[in-house]
Every structure is written in C-alpha cells, then in structure tokens.
C-alpha cells in the first residue's frame, strides 16, 4: 500500500491508533480486573471507591468495595476472575448470598472450563447450604482437573467423612500426606468421627509415623502411642528429635518404663544388663534420657583407666 497520497496516509494513521486504542483498553481492563482479584487486598464494605487503584501503588492494602466489584463484573461480564472473586466473597454471608454466589461459581466455571478454582467456589457454596452431594460432585469436577491439589483432596475427604463414605480416609490420606498442616487436622476429624478408635488412625497413616504416636499420647492413650513408635524404623527416630522429646514427655507424665523400654529398643540394648557398662558405646545428646550422666564435681575427678 502505497503512502505517497493522503488517504492512505490517514486510513494508516487511524488503523495505527484504532490498534492503540485497542491494546490500551486491554491493559486497563487487565489492571483493574488484576487489582479487583489481588489476593492480598481484602474486601470490606467501607472501602472507598477507588481503594483498588490506590492500593498497589501505594502498597496500602485498604481493601475492595464490594459494590465497585459487582460494578466491574457487570461492565466486564465475561471475566471469570471477576465472578470467582464475587463468589468466594458472597458465600460465607449465607441466605440470599448463597445465589449469588453460586451465580458468580457457575460463571466463572463456565467462561473458564479448564480452571479448577472456580469448582472449589461452587463447593464451598454447597457446603454452606449443607448440600453435601452437590459439594462432592463440584469436588470431584475440580480433581479432575487439577488431580494433584492438596486442598480439593481435603475438601472431598472432609465432605466424605461427613456423609460416613470411608473413601474419605484416602483423600484426606493424600492431603495428608503431602502437608503436614492437613495431617494434625486430619487426626482430630477422624479421631471424633471414629469415637476415639486408634485402630482408624492406620487407614490414615498406614506408615507409622511419629505424628500419631504424639496424638495418642496426648489424647492419654500412652500404650497405644508406645506400640506406634516402636513401628517407626529406628533410623528415621534417631534422625528426628522429636522423637528425643516423646521419651521426654513419657518421663515427665510418670510412664518412665515405657520411656526406658522405648529407649533401649533405639539404643539396641539388653534390658538384662547394665546399659555401656565398660563405656564402649558414645551417648547421644539428644537421647541420653538414661545414659550415663557424668557431671563435673570439686571433690572427685573421673577419668578412664586404660590399664585396666
């Protein structure tokens, strides 16, 4: 196309504007959905209207109005991000927010099939209207989209335990098992689902562990919590001082035998004779519960007769 006369000029001028004009509509509408569903910014009803601009370049997290995020997802209806962050906001409130939550969830799993998020929100709306096998439905969506989150694993085993489906042990298992926070979580749900039964706590963590042996022993259950522990190989319990601090806890609540027998088992000692009486074997400083203890003193002085 040749730019030598004035139209072409001018048609390639307003094309070239008409392109700006586009890629700065595109920015704006990235920026203000991005700072509408900044995590990080909460949203609160007296936030003032523009708090969402102010608030990433001022680092003052002030929060969201609501009403400016509902304005926003009307003008720009087709932004799933929008509609999620609606959804996750409306569904705590409960009642009439329900519906529009699920509005939001639905909407934002439509426009964005590929995403497991929004299926999370639809659950979380269910599990608010206590209907539980639509919540298991939106869960299982959501894993198999995303297999390998933590949370849906959690959220469906939570909801399973809830309607006595023992599949629940496996996703809460896999949650489990792959975050520590979710185990300790895990144990009390089972714990009072189970009425207090430690044979459930095996479902859950079929690999003994030292997490369960803790449990058991502040749940009182001391004979239980010992059986546990002398499941764990004895290399992992030398490599964790937590093990060191439930020989600890043994002693300290007075069940001093079972700490002893515990010990000997990790030491590889004969309970027949006296524990490295000739002095061969070193004491460990995180398990000296009932090693030698050798303290200085002004009035004798301890040394090793190598002639002896």
Known sequence: LSLDKFAPRLLAILAMMAICACLLL?????????????????????????????????????GINPDVLATASSYLP???????????????????????????????AHLSPNDYKPLLALAAVHEYNEDLPAAEEALRAALRLAPGNLEAHWRLGTVLLQRRNLESLAELRIAAAGNPAYLQAALDLVWAASG?????????????????????????????????????????????KESSSYLNRLIGGGHTAIAHDLWLGLMKGDPSLVWNGGFESDILLDFAQFDWSIQPNNYAQVSIDRDA
């Open 26 to 62: 595109a920015i704006t509408k990235n920026f203000i959905v991005g700072a509408l569903t900044d995590d990080r910014v909460g949203i609160t009803f007296d936030a003032p209207t523009f708090a969402f601009i102010t608030a990433p370049l001022t680092d003052n997290r002030i």
């Open 78 to 108: 087709n932004s799933p991000r929008l509609h999620l962050r609606l959804a996750e906001f409306h569904a705590p409130y409960g009642n009439e927010n329900l519906k529009t939550a699920e509005f939001h969830a639905r909407r934002a």
């Open 196 to 240: 207090e039964n430690p044979a459930t706590l095996n479902a859950l963590v079929p690999k003994a562990q030292l997490e369960p042996a803790l449990f058991l022993f502040q749940k009182s259950r001391v004979p239980e919590s010992a059986a546990i522990f002398r499941q764990i190989p004895r290399d992992e319990l030398l490599a964790d």
